[in-house]
């Protein structure tokens, strides 16, 4: 396989002036204000499969965003479109057809650019290590396969393998409106996952494991992250269901970081105005036990969610949702902050081809002071959920139902794997009954979280 020197390509057309000519075509166009969002990128996939390289996938994109907006009576009516022609003659014509299909759609008098306080400053993120784009591919596959080599050989048992696989994403962004800022940063993202299958007679189980960093030097070295899927992948070896019950379930990382998740979704701003998070109205309310604190933070450095300002141009920020159990505020973009009566929290999450929403950026729980052995030592019965299945949470009603599997824990101590069962619960009980958090705070992407423990949850088995 040939080397590839990995360079993000942005001669074709200035970004910045790309984004400059767009804007003022807007403005000829007869838009009264217009935002525009261009993204160039490369990205590269492999995986390894035993010692086979079932597939590598490199890509090139470019794609141009255009929102424009036309004042009308009762407010602003808005279009959005995008392109990857970035030649002068199309993105002019695209920006005409914008502006004709704002002005033949209904105004919203919330919508609108921010009333000003865009970012001043792009500070250093450590988005990106400059090394790090001349990687090749086949560095790439041989961190693939040293992990699928590393987790075949944890244990005779390892019988078969969904593969191990690597991905690296470079990108440029680039924003501006008419309300007169421009913003630039660059990014990065590497992984490495690795899903082993373990057997033991008639029974079969798959686990896996990952890592996830800006820089390659962020990530776990190949060999750990197959054993650790490999060792994942054996401890679920001979499940069993447990007969009904109501126990304490302890959330590991991984699993806990999918309720930090559903938070950040209950609080988002759409979901309040349109009344369909149960937490709707908790705001500077008690709702989860004193021990819990969850922060969205986008200027962490290195963090997989950073970036220096968001969809908007309005400069990220630190924004502390819950503190010692209070509901502190919702996560807030410029259109449903307008709806609430409240200034955007600088959560506005944009895609080239769509308009503004609200998403976080780097989220977690902030951990406590036990380990997770710790907490499963002192837990005299009870289930350590490693996998969750299915989509079974209402956030309107807060009711929870998740397909699980796991480890059974009896005296403190794990007995035997758990499999085909069902935990359920009201959301809004469970944040309340939160009774240890752990201290190991795991970072496999944009939300983290320790191990949670809930003093008490229904489990559906025999």
């Known amino acids: ?62 794609i141009l965003g255009i929102r424009a907006l036309v004042a009308g009576e009762s407010g602003m009516s808005s279009a959005v479109t995008s392109t990857s022609d970035l030649a002068p003659e199309a993105v002019r014509k695209m920006v005409r057809e914008t502006v004709a299909l704002a002005r033949a759609t209904e105004a919203d008098p919330a919508a609108g650019l921010p009333d000003g306080g865009f970012a001043e400053e792009i500070p ?5 290590d400059r090394a790090d784009e001349n990687t090749t591919a086949d560095a790439r596959i041989e961190d693939a396969r040293s992990a699928e080599q590393a987790a075949r050989a944890y244990d005779p048992r390892i019988s078969n393998s969904e593969g191990s696989q690597v991905g690296s994403d470079f990108s440029t962004v680039v924003y501006g409106n008419t309300a007169g800022f421009v913003g630039q940063y660059d990014s990065a993202a590497h992984s490495l996952f690795s899903e082993p ?31 650790r899927a490999a060792e994942r992948a054996i401890r679920r070896l ?30 988002s701003g759409y979901a309040v105005y349109r009344e369909s998070s149960f937490l709707g109205d908790k705001l500077g309310r008690q709702i989860a036990a004193p021990s819990v604190t969850i922060i969205d933070d986008g200027r962490l450095p290195g963090g997989l969610g950073s970036k220096p300002f968001d969809g908007e141009g309005l400069p990220t920020r630190r924004n502390t949702i819950v503190k ?46 036990e380990t997770l052995d710790e907490i499963i030592g002192r837990t005299d019965r009870g289930l350590l959920v490693t996998e969750l299945l299915g989509m079974g949470f209402n956030p309107v009603t ?65």
């Open 238 to 267: 001979d499940a069993r269901r447990v007969p009904t019950t109501e126990c304490p379930v302890i959330f590991e990382s991984l699993q806990a970081a999918g309720l930090v998740r559903q938070i950040a979704g209950l609080v």
């Open 124 to 128: 250093d993120l450590e988005l990106l």
């Open 1 to 62: 396989m040939s080397e590839q020197s990995g360079a993000i390509e942005v001669k074709a057309n200035d970004a910045t002036a790309v984004v400059d000519e767009a804007l003022r075509c807007a403005t000829s166009e007869g838009a009264d204000a217009a935002d525009v969002v261009l993204v160039r990128g490369r990205s590269l996939e492999a995986r390894v499969r035993d010692e086979t390289v079932d597939f590598v996938k490199q890509a090139q994109e470019q």
């Open 398 to 462: 807060g009711d929870y139902s998740r397909g699980a599997a796991g480890l059974w824990i009896e005296n403190g101590e794990v007995v035997h794997a758990v499999e085909e069962i069902t935990i359920a619960g009201h959301f809004g009980k469970m944040l309340e009954e939160i009774d240890a958090i752990g201290s190991e705070l795991l970072w496999l992407g944009s939300v983290a979280a320790p191990p949670v423990r809930i003093a008490s949850m229904t489990i559906a088995g025999d």
């Open 197 to 227: 299958i373990a057997g033991s007679g008639d029974n079969m189980q798959r686990d896996y494991w990952m890592t996830a960093s800006r820089a390659l030097a962020g990530l776990e070295p190949p060999a750990q992250v197959g054993r």
């Open 324 to 369: 010692q159990g209070r509901l502190e505020t919702w996560l807030l973009d410029t259109y449903s902050g307008r709806k609430l009566g409240l200034p955007s929290t600088g959560n506005a999450s944009r895609g080239a081809g769509s308009p503004p929403g609200v998403g976080s950026t780097n989220l977690w729980l902030e951990p406590g002071s």
